[in-house]
């Protein structure tokens, strides 16, 4: 018992030594924690805008939530801004029986990733590559890139 004590004792310093070395070693652990805080906020919001963009297909309500008002957009039929991209989408995405199922969704540095299948009766499945990028916690540019699903060579799905 007292050996147990003495080890956890032994091991508890040895942490708190290697803590504060660490500490030491790092003056910018803070703004290191600050990144990490930047990051955990903007994969929370890439998740909740995907959720509303993409299974709810409530273009507006997402975009008025996260997007800037001068978004820049790289797909060639859309305009720029937050509002061309709502008055684009909103018919486009209550297209009945219309479905996005998310597979990925990941945030690194100011950019953020959404891996979507969409599924559109009568129309061959695409997979869609959706990049944002933050500028702080804001959605404030956007490029995507489209797959139609039609098999190939390569047994292995697309997702
Ligand atoms: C969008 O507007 C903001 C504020 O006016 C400005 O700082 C930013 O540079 C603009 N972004 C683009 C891509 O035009
Ligand atoms: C789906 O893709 C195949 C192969 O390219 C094509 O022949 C077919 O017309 C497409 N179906 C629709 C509904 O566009």
Known sequence: MPLLRVSLLASTLLGLTCAAYLQGRHPTSTNEDNQY???NKRQAILWDFSHIFYTEKNVA????????ENYTQH???ILD??????EALTPLFSTEGM?????QAFVGGDYGLVH???????QNDTAVMDM???DGLEIVEHWDVL???IPGVNPHPFF
């Not at 801004?81 to 709502?86: D, E, H, L, V």
């Open 99 to 103: 479905v996005f199922e998310i597979h």
């Open 132 to 134: 944002y990028r933050f």
């Open 147 to 149: 797959q139609t699903m």
């Open 61 to 68: 309500k997402a975009f008025n939530k996260y997007v800037t």
């Open 81 to 86: 801004g937050r509002q061309a991209a709502i």
């Open 75 to 77: 797909n060639p039929n």
């Open 37 to 39: 805080t930047l990051q």
């Open 116 to 122: 979507v299948k969409a599924v559109t009766p009568g």
